[in-house]
């Protein structure tokens, strides 16, 4: 785990800090966040966690401090250890005030009561001070530092307990490119601020450029600008003569102690000269207007530091590692800067890093194009041996899947016959037995009907004769051959509604209800039944059964009531293409569960004394629903009445008017 602690910032009003800023806060608590979700921290000690201090000699949004910081937490976040890290700045370069250092250690001794296990410190002002105060607030605290521009004094202090990198420019190598670039060149300025690092740059830059003058003879003038205002600056800026270009080391503060604008000190140079800018490191103006060099880069720096502090809290000695004098500087530039001065590319390093270029596809994925060319040639190989393999393999199996094939379709030929012929007894059964239905009932209606005329035209000849017994089972004998008598009229109505052809034509379903209706009059006036209607389609279909359907549906809603004289209503809907009609009424109801059983043949739900009536009725509805392409269910409870809905197809010059 990475905690962060954010100590000793200072931001003025500058919008340009305040983005860089917020680049930096997002860079940590990425960092934070990653660190969190890493399965390597299962390897991290299991004591406290180490505590680092890193102090910066400068301020936050300064970029060359905050790819410092970058590099740094990036390498401590892969390290596997525990961290607290806390980060203190100094803005030195901004605010410097002769008491600077006094101040701040007696701030930071009275902060650090608990010091830390090691300190990273970027930039002279945090090393300089570190050298003045360490053995007063931080005694014995191993030190690895970075930017420290002098390497005599980066080897002197080694052996007080300091390491790490020095600050390398490369001053020569990027005037060199200058001169390359611009054969018509004249006159080279360095342009510096008044702080001590800058002064430090300018004695090496001086070095530099005598010994490139002398090796290019006295064609070109290297100078310098230092110790300015920026009014000083600007008017300087805006009177250079052509054929010069800029060396930029810096320009955080001038001789008065103002600071640049918000768009950072380089938009000062950019906006009132068109001279070429070039620069040393990463951090100072490449993006910004400047053309490039041979940069060194914060990230590089600071992932360094951070290998060197990982190593001390590991248990090696400050001693033993020695002090890295040169980290690499490597050519950066700018397309866009590079265009906008008319700079040829192939007058570049063949190793240059170039931004903002706007490259072909080609280019920018030469990589990905050959490794993808690669691949598929290789696959291509592949895939032509197992194509050979598998064209081998399928000649010897071919012959056995058709083998397989042709006993298959053989199967499957014996088992459709099979099927055919039993779906054919099936059937031949099924109008068998309907025959044999229709023919029974035919044939039982005479005998059946002989037996309740002559009983009762035995009532009527000599029923005053008979005694009370006798008149008794005559009555019975009587009343049974009348229950005969219309059970098997029911039976041959479910024998004709499922043998018989279905007829297809138009039928009014308004008149089928006015048929029921007629027939069913003398039950509608002794119950004082209230029949509500709607309008009803007109359907293809068979006027008989229809009817019939309506009928039985109705005599059930007259039969079955309650207390009440019942109400019955007509419904009507529209599902896609069907309709869905119903006969609803306020009758006694019936248990959901005999919903299924009532619609089976000669199912009663009721005795005869209670209820007359076969229970053939339903199961009439349903062969006269389902023939026509329907079906047909009840919804009822117990006392709630009962809703018989069921299904016919619309007909098709209906689907254009609905």
Known sequence: MLRFYLCGSRLQGSSHFQHRTTTLV???????????????LTLAQSSKPYRILALHSYHIGMTWEDRLSEGMLALLRQSGLEFDIFIEYMDAKRLPTPRLFERLAALYAERYTTPPDIILATDDNAVDFLLAYRDQIFPGIPVVFSGVNQAGKARRIHAQGFTGLTETIDIKRTLNLMLKVHPDLKQVIAIADATTSSHAHLEHYQEVAAEVSAEHGSRVTFTEYKNWTFSELIAMLQALPPQTALLYFSGNRDRNGDLPPPAGPLSVLTHNSSAPI????????????????????????????GQYAVRILKGESVRDLPVIHNVGNRPMFDYNVLMAQHIDLSVLPEDSLIINEPRSFYYRYYQVICATLGFVILQTMIIAILLWLINKSRRRERATLQRANAELEQRVSDRTRELERRTQELERFNNELDQFTYVASHDLQEPVRNLVSYSTLLKEDVGGELSEDATEDLFYITSAASRMQQLVQDLLALSRAGRAAVKTEPVDLNDCVNHALDALRIRIDETEAEVMLTPLPTILGDATLLTQLYQNLLGNALKFVGEEPPVIHLTLEREADMWLLGVRDNGIGLAPEYAEQIFKPFKRLHGMAAYAGTGVGLSICQKAAERHGGRIWVESEPGQGAHFRFTLPVMAEQFATV
Not at 26 to 40: D, F, K, N, Y
Not at 278 to 305: C, E, K, N, P, R
């Open 278 to 305: 070039y620069t040393l490191w990463q951090s100072h103006g490449i993006g910004d207007g400047a053309v490039g060099g041979f940069v060194a880069d914060g990230v590089m720096h600071g992932w360094m530091m």
């Open 26 to 40: 997002i860079v940590v608590l990425t960092a934070l966040w990653m660190t969190a979700l890493s399965p390597s």
